[in-house]
């Protein structure tokens, strides 16, 4: 079974302190509101995406029922005279 292992009193005391001085410094809070705060807030349009899947799932349907004999013909043309030419 693992233990773990409890930070001791100065450990804790030097990690609070870097915290608070990385939390203070005014470049470090300016460079997180400009990256990652933008990130943070974009949760996307998951509606809107799923909307643009099913459309495309139902053209790409509707247009291969509609070539798919065409294509076909157009494919068996092809290799049968590509077995005439041996």
Same mark, same amino acid.
């Given at each position: ?11 804790? !005391?030097?990690?609070?302190? $870097? ?6 410094n005014w470049r470090i809070q300016s $460079?997180?509101?400009?990256f990652f705060d933008p990130i943070a ?17 139902g053209l790409v349907t509707a247009i291969?029922?509609?070539? $798919? ?13 590509? !077995?005439?030419?041996?």
């Amino acid at each position: 079974m693992m233990t773990k292992k409890v930070m001791g009193s100065s450990t804790l !005391n030097v990690y609070l302190s $870097a915290r608070a001085r990385i939390e203070s410094n005014w470049r470090i809070q300016s $460079a997180k509101k400009r990256f990652f705060d933008p990130i943070a807030s974009d949760r996307g349009d998951v509606p809107g995406w799923v909307l643009v899947v099913l459309m495309t799932t139902g053209l790409v349907t509707a247009i291969w029922t509609i070539a $798919a004999p065409r294509l076909t013909s157009i494919l068996k043309n092809s290799l049968d005279a590509m !077995n005439g030419i041996r």
